[in-house]
């Protein structure tokens, strides 16, 4: 990724949005720029989240975000250190572009009326209305996530050994979800269990009408 592209596409990849719906807020690329690696030194996904645009509040919600943003601290860490790094020529803002990312995702994002706005390639929000859904979402999220977290600090043969670990896993967990028998849903519909191979298993919990991943083994 170019340094432009860390400029403000990284920002715009990792919050989502920007405030394209907003009165109040950054009103151009550098002010935005600014103000999120201003909440990454701050350790404050709050002011990062009040970024985004309504539609990605809505689509992300704010607890997701917080979790995002813990699970990728170190990360966020970098992307501040490499604004602060930009040069006057690769600081000057972009108004439109791209940035790929180590899963596979293509975010695309461009100037809307003088705000910033990543267009496609947003992540959706998790479908997690039954133990299937969630259990579905679990899987799409395994062969998406990979060693990504240890790129930087393990050897490429370990990040290829625990790539091919959760791949496996969640090939056995797809394998077991096709199977009704290998799923049980309690009677009262609080919790349920999927049994994907010889002591392996993971449980479920039902939250405030959604359905979580509470245990993996």
Sequence with gaps: MS??????????????????CRIRGPQTPD???EAYAQAIRD???????????HEAQQRVG?????????????????TAREIDQLDAATAEPVWYGTTSHPSGRVVRWESID??????????ER???????????????????SGSTP?????????????????????????????????LEVADDGTHAVLTYGAGRYLVLQQIDGQWRVDELE
Excluded at 127 to 136: E, F, G, K, N, W
């Design 62 to 78: 704010r607890e997701a975000f917080r979790a995002n943003w813990r699970a990728h601290r170190a990360e966020l860490e970098a």
């Design 150 to 182: 240890l790129a930087a600090i393990a050897t490429e043969e370990l990040n290829a050994r625990i790539d091919r670990r959760w791949l496996d896993t969640a090939d056995a967990i797809e394998r077991a979800l096709a199977d009704p028998r290998a």
């Design 31 to 33: 002010a935005l720029r």
């Design 126 to 144: 998790a479908d997690l209305s039954s133990p299937q859904r969630a259990i579905s979402e679990l899987v799409a999220a395994l062969r998406r």
């Design 43 to 53: 350790d404050d996904p709050d002011a990062a989240f009040e970024l985004l645009s």
């Design 3 to 20: 340094p432009r592209a860390v400029g403000l596409g990284l920002v715009l990849a990792l919050a989502g949005s920007t405030s394209a």
């Design 114 to 123: 003088g705000h910033y706005r990543a267009v496609d390639g947003l992540p």
